[in-house]
T-cell receptor
Framework: DAGVIQSPRHEVTEMGQEVTLRCKPISGHNSLFWYRQTMMRGLELLIYFNNNVPIDDSGMPEDRFSAKMPNASFSTLKIQPSEPRDSAVYFC???????????FGDGTRLSIL | AQSVTQPDIHITVSEGASLELRCNYSYGATPYLFWYVQSPGQGLQLLLKYFSGDTLVQGIKGFEAEFKRSQSSFNLRKPSVHWSDAAEYFCAVGSGNTGKLIFGQGTTLQVKP
């Protein structure tokens, strides 16, 4: 079984540029989660979707961040414009239902110069 | 508000020795509790979960955890540690109603030969 697939694995870009992170959840999973991991703040939930609908986006740091889930097999997290403090590892996770165990992708390591 | 505390940032044990990683949570109702493990450069892998029922839960890789409501704890144990267990371990708490998980700051486990 394919797990959660994230792309790209690494992204290095200059501040001010638009960054788009992609996620393909496990087939049949109805909930999708975006997390950010940093040394200072640990693992933080940014937003999660249930049946392609955003349920809780209270963790999205500011308006520069946006997330979409146009269908059950694809989601994007976009940062525009990017800033150096956005540098982190971003994880996508999916679960069969909202309160079921989450399965994580391998993450995107983002560096904003 | 929900919170998770992992009191030990870093633990070193000898290979073959027993292991206990501590986790304390704050939650108003019966929590859903999880332990995840993260190897360098990878996403989080679920070790075990507690939803209800037997307070001693078995997980993968020989790990177990015990839910103690009176102590608000969910400590992870393994009777004999292997060098491959070196990784970072995260405790997380969630509710039965939403998908939102709160993660602890993590405990890094180092295994001495």
């Amino acid at each position: 079984d394919a797990g959660v697939i994230q792309s790209p694995r690494h992204e290095v870009t200059e501040m001010g540029q638009e960054v788009t992170l992609r996620c393909k959840p496990i087939s049949g999973h109805n909930s999708l989660f975006w997390y950010r991991q940093t040394m200072m703040r640990g693992l933080e939930l940014l937003i999660y979707f249930n049946n392609n609908v955003p349920i809780d986006d209270s963790g999205m740091p500011e308006d520069r961040f946006s997330a979409k889930m146009p269908n059950a097999s694809f989601s994007t997290l976009k940062i525009q414009p990017s800033e150096p403090r956005d540098s982190a590892v971003y994880f996508c996770a999916s679960s069969f239902k909202e309160n079921q165990p989450q399965h994580f992708g391998d993450g995107t390591r983002l560096s904003i110069l | 508000a929900q919170s998770v505390t992992q009191p030990d940032i870093h633990i070193t044990v000898s290979e073959g020795a027993s292991l206990e990683l501590r986790c304390n949570y704050s939650y108003g109702a019966t929590p859903y509790l999880f332990w995840y493990v993260q190897s360098p450069g990878q996403g989080l892998q679920l070790l075990l979960k507690y939803f209800s029922g037997d307070t001693l839960v078995q997980g993968i890789k020989g790990f177990e955890a015990e839910f103690k409501r009176s102590q608000s704890s969910f400590n992870l144990r393994k009777p004999s540690v292997h060098w491959s267990d070196a990784a970072e371990y995260f405790c997380a708490v969630g509710s039965g109603n939403t998908g939102k998980l709160i993660f602890g700051q993590g405990t890094t486990l180092q295994v001495k030969p």
